[in-house]
T-cell receptor, first 111, second 114 residues
Framework: GEDVEQSLFLSVREGDSSVINCTYT??????LYWYKQEPGAGLQLLTY?????DMKQDQRLTVLLNKKDKHLSLRIADTQTGDSAIYFC???????????FGTGTQLKVEL | EPEVTQTPSHQVTQMGQEVILRCVPI?????FYWYRQILGQKVEFLVS????????KSEIFDDQFSVERPDGSNFTLKIRSTKLEDSAMYFC????????????FGSGTQLSVL
């Protein structure tokens, strides 16, 4: 079955780059997503990548996908205090519509 | 930017009661979903809905649960005879259609069963 894992915490200094990592088990993943959740808020879609791509960049965000190792990462350049949140990766597998989420990584940005 | 809207933001109910969680998906979206997140656990898929019928459901989504799109704008999740373990944050989501894979979530309804 599908399983998605993330480290629970990451702490960085303001201005540094953050790299949040995710591993998944299902090789039939079609799309992989990154969501951001701020306290008391819903899941905000940040970006997603199709499984036949290995990189996608969107402003300060860079997604890297290593399909061979089933590893996905989200790099946030010039991390700001407003980036402090929980970041979830999620995979969509096969022809279905459901997403399988990771545990979420709590990103803390320190001054 | 269009948003998925959920009401209420918090719902408190007594065990055994029925609750209806309401969602207004983004206009013109065709696929609708419910997910839930029990405190401290992963976000879990419950059900997907397309063309006025359930297209996929998880093992969690048993006979206690039902979904409905009663009109052109609302999408509801009904939980009958609530149990303590139904306490969770329930998220509604919607997607435009095949070929557009952006899945947008609402801010959630926190359900507390006492």
């Amino acid at each position: 079955g599908e399983d998605v894992e993330q480290s629970l915490f990451l702490s960085v200094r303001e201005g540094d780059s953050s790299v949040i990592n995710c591993t998944y088990t299902d090789s039939s993943s079609t799309y992989l997503y990154w969501y951001k959740q701020e306290p008391g808020a819903g899941l905000q879609l940040l970006t997603y990548i199709f499984s036949n791509m290995d990189m996608k960049q969107d402003q300060r965000l860079t997604v890297l996908l290593n399909k061979k190792d089933k590893h996905l990462s989200l790099r946030i350049a010039d991390t700001q205090t407003g980036d402090s949140a929980i970041y979830f990766c999620a995979e969509r597998t096969g022809g279905g519509n459901k997403l399988t989420f990771g545990t979420g990584t709590q990103l803390k940005v320190e001054l | 930017e269009p948003e998925v809207t959920q009401t209420p933001s918090h719902q408190v109910t007594q065990m055994g009661q029925e609750v209806i969680l309401r969602c207004v998906p983004i206009s013109n979206h065709l696929y609708f979903y419910w997910y839930r997140q029990i405190l401290g656990q992963k976000v879990e898929f419950l059900v997907s809905f397309y063309n006025n019928e359930i297209s996929e459901k998880s093992e969690i989504f048993d006979d206690q649960f039902s979904v409905e799109r009663p009109d052109g704008s609302n999408f509801t999740l009904k939980i009958r005879s609530t149990k303590l373990e139904d306490s969770a944050m329930y998220f509604c989501a919607s997607k435009p259609g095949t070929g557009n894979e952006k899945l947008f979530f609402g801010s959630g309804t926190q359900l507390s069963v006492l």
